[in-house]
């Protein structure tokens, strides 16, 4: 099993992928000045961008800008022409005479662009869409400013800006800064933004529209379409409490001017820490119902965050864009904590390492510091984000309290206005604390993987002696060594508790701790600290103490996950009384989910009790969990559920788990679901997903239909997930699905794009990779480029299998799935 693991990694880097470096230096920008006037019906940019550059150590002769179809009319400085050329992606300026070496410059390009690929964005009604407002906005990260105005387009070039915005009169308009004029002059409204501290390209912006302005406190606002209001205060009306908890935290106050939040319709992101102007999808803004188990907290808090932690310090180059992203995905859940508390904290880091084991164990491997690659933006990963804010957990572990916040505010207070990469947080780590942490930062942050632990407890109650053990069964050689960490074990009894350090470095560890008292439990790592996938071999007896009654939820969910494994009636005991009295939500969504896995008729009873718990999210997670299980008695559940029930999620979650079961009854109510029309097509959406599970061929073109461009689209990236579904379970479905699949390869809406990318991967035909390597090499997104690559290196290495084999397995597939209802029918027989 360890050499299969070892052969199922995939290397990170794709074919084409090389060594990126940052490119030299000969000039230091001091400033960029932009006059910009938009116009949105043409989907038309013109400015005149100014720039002051100071040459370096020798004199310069000519300045090549990044400069992506951009028209370029002239260029000047001091009132004369200089002389460019425009060559593929590039403006090169000549200075005659040449720039002496550390003098100081201004020149100016004047420039339009029309329909940009990208950077710059337009947004219209069209008889698809005409709910969509006129508005245009920017997208520079990573390297897309290029697309919009002439510049040195790389993190490592900071300077301050200005912009000029002209637009029509009524019209709105922000970039970074302070807003330093604002005024009507005939039919047009001129606004001007001033940033006076450094920032890099990537984050200057400009957005444009008819966006109405919300004051929230002193100079903090966000900008929502007319109407919205309500949806926005839901969404932002936390910011101020942010930034009072990452102020104190950082010890550090917010150092700029004011803080903006705008939300823009079709954004390909969630949202944008533009420097003091951060841009957030509109898909984020959301009415009363969603209210009740949708938050956007994270979002808001992670793109705040970024202001310290991207905007102030920036990554030197993308190979340590973690300690943009890592950051700012960390604080998530330091927000997290201060508003909801320990468990909710915990619970995010939980959540962190759950998705990047997925992305380990089903996509890739790799360093979170990696610097081969083919687009910077593929970095932007579960490795990147979550495990980096799980390494930074470890570290507060490591570190302890005091230490790890000391540390945290003096990388901040040192690294202000500069650029960064690793090496600077080690060293602030180290002139803060003393501690030498550069193995910690070669073993988790330079390294790729994590380790895989089994826990196990023995008690001799003769020699009063625990012994814990703890194995390391991820797969190890000479170039995977185990893993090496300190971790804390807690012995507990009525009596008290009796820690340990215990340091681990082999594959196999034995910790023998004598004690003096009756023992209860074995408290393994008390927070979550370590990076790992636990699994826990307690015995039951234990597993159930650790579920009722240690205090964290990390370590309750693991035992849960034991006792589901487990199935005894002691074992099923614990996990209902659990169920009934667990304090915090997390753990009871998690039972559901280990619940699930079982397939047994016990753990199905305890689901459906569950559907009625209080809190959504628990719903949430009994329906989708209900999903593994069939009958005509969990199908009129869901479908009672799904129809009544106040959450969005918890509805979409029943009628996707209803798909599951292939009962008679599923088919004409998913079909009505389909038909439902709710915030961000949530609900329908869910439906979509179920008729792809149902293998019923006259769901087909009812996931056709859903496709249509004239729907949301999280409806039609759901319908193109059913209908990858209906074609691998039903071979007479396969050609309808590969036709839509690839016509959405091309759709010009991208996120539809991305999931007809996961929809080709899934379905696995080799129709598609035509398609997918032109996307892999030609489209306009490095998200798409990445997803078809991966999608055809699966289809590849799937098609030794031939097309016809294919079906027939997808055939068995199914007549095994029956066999399973039909066997859960001979054994509810058997109990009756």
Request: charged letters at 25%; glycine letters at 6%; proline letters at 4%.
């Amino acid at each position: 099993m360890i050499a299969d693991e070892a052969q199922r990694i995939r290397p990170f880097p794709l074919a084409g992928s090389i060594l990126q470096y940052g490119p030299d230096k000969i000039v230091e920008v001091l400033h960029i000045d932009l006059f910009v006037k938009p116009d949105l019906r043409a989907k038309r940019l013109e400015g005149i961008c100014t720039t002051t550059v100071c040459a370096l150590d020798e004199s310069v002769e000519q300045l090549t800008l990044d400069a992506v179809d951009l028209q370029v009319f002239e260029v000047t400085a001091e009132g004369r022409a200089l002389r460019f050329r425009r060559s593929g992606d590039e403006l090169t300026i000549y200075f005659d005479p040449p720039l002496e070496a550390e003098a100081t410059t201004t020149f100016s390009v004047r420039y339009a662009v029309e329909r940009p690929r990208h950077g710059l964005f337009f947004v219209d009604a069209d008889p698809q869409h005409p709910q969509r407002v006129p508005q245009a906005w920017t997208q520079s990260q990573d390297q897309n400013a290029r697309y919009w105005f002439p510049c040195l387009d790389y993190p490592h070039e900071k300077q301050t800006t200005s912009a000029t915005i002209v637009v029509p009169r009524g019209e709105f308009a922000i970039s970074n800064g302070a807003l330093v004029e604002r005024k009507d002059d005939g039919e047009e409204t001129i606004f001007r933004y001033r940033q006076d501290l450094p920032h890099p390209t990537y984050l200057v912006t400009l957005v444009s529209g008819p966006f109405v302005e919300k004051r929230q406190r002193d100079n903090v606002f966000y900008y929502v379409l007319p109407g919205r209001e309500a949806d926005g205060e839901r969404s932002f009306g936390k910011t101020p409490k942010m930034l009072d908890i990452f102020e104190q935290r950082l010890a550090f106050a917010y150092p700029y001017a004011r803080y903006s939040q705008i939300a823009v319709q079709e954004f390909i992101f969630g949202g944008m820490e533009n420097t003091t102007a951060t841009t957030q999808t509109d898909r984020t803004l959301h009415d009363e119902r969603a209210h009740l188990d949708f938050s956007s907290d994270p979002l808001v808090a992670h793109e705040l965050a970024h202001q310290w932690f991207g905007d102030l310090l920036t990554c030197r180059d993308w190979a340590h864009a973690w300690l943009n992203e890592g950051f700012a995905t960390f604080f998530e859940a330091v927000f997290r904590e201060a508003d909801r508390g320990a468990d909710e904290y915990l619970y995010d880091i939980f959540e962190c390492i759950q998705r990047y084991l997925t992305e380990d164990a089903e996509r890739y491997r790799r360093p979170i510091v990696c610097n081969r690659f083919r687009d910077p933006i593929e970095l932007f990963d579960r490795h990147l984000y979550e495990k980096a804010a799980a390494v930074l957990h470890m570290l507060r572990g490591e570190l302890g309290e005091r230490r790890f916040w000391r540390a945290m505010q003096a990388y901040v207070r040192d690294n202000a206005h500069r650029n960064v990469e690793t090496i600077d947080l080690i060293r602030a780590i180290e002139y803060a604390t003393g501690r030498n942490m550069r193995g910690f930062f070669d073993q988790w942050v330079y390294r790729g993987g994590h380790p895989k632990l089994k826990v196990a407890a023995q008690f001799d109650a003769v020699r009063r002696i625990a012994t814990i053990k703890i194995e390391q069964t991820q797969a190890i050689d000479p170039d995977n060594p185990p893993f090496a960490f300190d971790v804390s074990l807690v012995l507990v009894g009525a009596a008290g508790e009796q820690e340990v350090r215990a340091h681990v470095e082999r594959a196999y560890e034995t910790v023998s701790v004598p004690w003096d008292f009756d023992l209860q439990r074995v408290r393994f790592d008390p927070g979550a600290f370590i990076l790992a996938d636990v699994t826990y071999d307690f015995g039951s007896s234990m597993a159930a103490d650790i579920l009722t009654n240690d205090g964290d939820p990390i370590a309750r969910i693991r035992a849960a996950r034991q006792l589901a494994k487990d199935g005894s009636v002691e074992a099923r005991s614990a996990l209902e009384h659990s169920l009934r009295n667990e304090r915090f939500w997390g753990v009871c969504a998690e039972i559901c989910a280990a619940l699930g896995k079982t397939h047994a008729a016990w753990a199905r009873d305890m689901l459906l009790a569950v559907l009625a718990h209080e809190h959504p999210k628990v719903r949430r997670a009994a329906a989708a969990a209900l999903g593994d299980f069939c009958g005509s008695g969990v199908a009129q559940m869901l479908i009672e559920r799904a129809q009544t029930d106040t959450s969005y999620f918890v509805c979409a979650a029943a009628w996707h788990a209803l798909g599951k079961t292939r009962e008679s009854a599923a088919f004409d109510a998913l079909s009505a679901a389909l038909e439902v029309r709710s915030w961000n097509s949530t609900i329908e959406a869910g439906a979509a997903r179920g008729l792809g599970e149902l293998a019923d061929a006259r769901a087909t073109s009812l996931l056709l239909r859903a496709c249509d461009a004239r729907n949301e689209e999280g409806l039609r990236r759901a319908a193109l997930a059913g209908l990858a579904m209906q074609g691998e379970k039903l071979f007479s479905e396969r050609q309808a699905a590969v036709d839509a699949i690839g016509a959405a390869l091309d759709d010009p809406a991208f996120m539809v794009q991305l999931a007809a990318t996961e929809a080709a991967k899934s379905l696995a035909d080799t129709r598609f990779l035509s398609s997918l390597d032109r996307l892999a090499e030609d489209a306009f997104d490095g998200r798409i480029r990445r997803a078809a690559a991966e999608a055809a290196i699966h289809i590849r290495s799937s098609a030794a299998v031939p097309a016809q084999v294919t079906g027939l397995r997808t055939d068995l597939d199914a007549l095994r799935e029956e066999q399973r209802k039909l066997q859960e029918k001979i054994e509810a027989l058997s109990r009756a």
